[in-house]
């Protein structure tokens, strides 16, 4: 099925700057979603964005996607300790029946 | 406040034993979801449902069952024949299954063979 996949697989950062994940994706979809999970919780969703949108904000959250690149990515500006967890993106099947999530981003975020 | 809740957050289950992990919300969503999360990896969907009494296998569906005989629950049976049930299972719920709506997930239940 498809999946997205996430890249890079993990990323070490000090507090105050930002991070940036990407999304790739191998179908058509119509639309994308972020989600984060902290170690040993389910997963937040966080931002949604459709497939005929470019860009999308929410608070320090910045996504973009490109479909004819079949890519997204994840921007969190002035990181904070508490943003260390795993971000997913996740994308809807050509059935729209359900989420298909890639391995996710492993984000730490150091004092 | 409205959520959804998984029990039990660790289970236990010896070899050749059925174990069934609850799911249970009270948003009023009408589609559920269970999907299987191993160390390192993302998730897999191992089942969904977009109504009562209705459900459908996902890309990981031997081994396990479910049912749904109320909207608000959707229970998840490990069989004995899933021959590698120790992961993190996780329950998800949205307003529908069009996939335009973000999920709501549980906080997970753990099971570990021994």
């Known amino acids: 099925s498809q999946q997205g996949e996430e890249d890079p697989q993990a990323l070490s950062i000090q507090e105050g700057e930002n991070a940036t994940m990407n999304c790739s994706y191998k179908?058509?979809?119509?639309?994308l979603q972020w989600y984060r999970q902290n170690s040993g919780r389910g997963l937040v969703h966080l931002i949604l964005?459709?497939?005929?949108?470019r860009e999308k904000h929410s608070g320090r959250l910045r996504v973009t996607l490109d479909t004819s690149k079949k890519s997204s990515s994840l921007l969190i500006t002035a990181s904070r300790a508490a943003d260390t967890a795993s971000y997913f993106c996740?994308?809807?099947?050509?059935?729209?029946?359900?989420?298909?999530f890639g391995k996710g981003t492993s984000l730490l975020v150091t004092p | 406040d409205g959520g959804i809740t998984q029990s039990p957050k660790y289970l236990f289950r010896k070899e050749g034993q059925n174990v069934t992990l609850s799911c249970e919300q009270n948003?009023?969503?009408?589609?559920m979801y269970w999907y299987r999360q191993d160390p390192g990896q993302g998730l897999r969907l191992i089942y969904y449902?977009?109504?009562?009494?209705?459900?459908q296998k996902g890309d990981i569906a031997e081994g396990y069952s479910v049912s749904r005989e109320k909207k608000e629950s959707f229970p998840l049976t490990v069989t004995s024949a899933q021959k590698n049930p120790t992961a993190f299972y996780l329950c998800?719920?949205?307003?529908?299954?069009?996939?335009?709506?973000?999920?709501?997930f549980g906080s997970g239940t753990r099971l570990t063979v021994v």
């Open positions: 948003l009023n969503h009408d589609a």
């Open positions: 179908t058509s979809i119509n639309n």
């Open positions: 449902s977009q109504i009562v009494n209705d459900f």
């Open positions: 998800a719920s949205s307003i529908r299954t069009d996939t335009y709506y973000g999920y709501t």
């Open positions: 996740a994308t809807d099947s050509n059935s729209g029946y359900a989420l298909n």
């Open positions: 964005i459709r497939s005929n949108e």
